[in-house]
């Protein structure tokens, strides 16, 4: 049997276990692929999982190790070369562990339904880590400006408490690139100030657990347009899904 699975630090709030066993139920392939969750305390650990975990085949990667696994592979695609950071990992029959980032799929994904054929001037990208990343690289590619927002200055462009009227009103994308908000802890919210946006605004959450975040909540009571993870779950598990089993 096929393996594959999800490697992360908590993975509590994951769909991805249950996304694949729906998806090899309809398609078929029940008694021919696993997925798992393997929960690892520490990035050292993906080693040890990688030569003891039987017939895996690939893997998915989530917080915090999205940066972290990229010294334990032999190569990366262009793309997650460029982006600096790795979500889907392919093990090859001879042994070779590639990786790739397919957020930057389930991104553009998004970005289509949520903004149709709005232009957008420029952006605000919540969080610095793996995640925000893919979301700058998807944006670099369509030609929109952001700025990275941080609590701690020296990781982004702006913090928190920078975000006034007139930062708020020149940039009408806002993309919640951080764990907040994420089950467990679903009554919290990015810090920013919800009372200030409007129907020119849109919110995209990459969260997907729970489908409708207090940050997507508290935008949409000032008007805004707001869209969660789900879409690019869905998005990058396919992407995922058809490296592992393309020929290289």
Request: hydrophobic share 40%; with cysteine.
């Amino acid at each position: 049997m096929r393996q594959y699975g999800l490697i992360g630090l908590k993975l509590g709030h994951s769909f991805s276990a249950n996304y694949f066993a729906d998806k090899f139920l309809r398609e078929g392939l029940s008694e021919e692929c696993s997925y798992r969750l393997f929960e690892l305390p520490a990035i050292e650990c993906v080693e040890e999982f990688m030569q003891t975990t039987p017939n895996l085949v690939g893997f998915n990667v989530t917080i915090p190790y999205k940066q972290q696994i990229i010294p334990y592979l032999d190569s990366l695609s262009r793309e997650a070369e460029d982006i600096g950071a790795v979500n889907c990992v392919k093990i090859t029959p001879d042994g070779r562990k590639v990786g790739y980032n397919t957020d930057i799929d389930g991104i553009r994904v998004s970005l289509d339904k949520l903004l149709g054929d709005k232009v957008i001037d420029s952006a605000l990208i919540l969080g610095t880590g793996g995640a925000s990343l893919a979301v700058g690289y998807v944006l670099s590619e369509r030609g929109i400006p952001y700025s990275l927002v941080s609590r701690d200055k020296s990781k982004g462009d702006l913090l928190y408490s920078e975000l006034d009227e007139t930062v708020i009103n020149s940039n009408h994308l806002i993309i919640n690139a951080s764990p907040v908000g994420m089950y467990p802890k679903v009554d919290v919210a990015p810090d920013i100030p919800y009372h200030l946006l409007s129907a020119d605004h849109y919110l995209f959450d990459l969260v997907y657990n729970p489908t409708t975040t207090r940050f997507m909540t508290l935008g949409a009571e000032y008007g805004a347009h707001a869209l969660s993870g789900l879409d690019m779950l869905y998005a990058q598990a396919e992407s995922a899904w058809s490296i592992w089993n393309r020929e290289e």
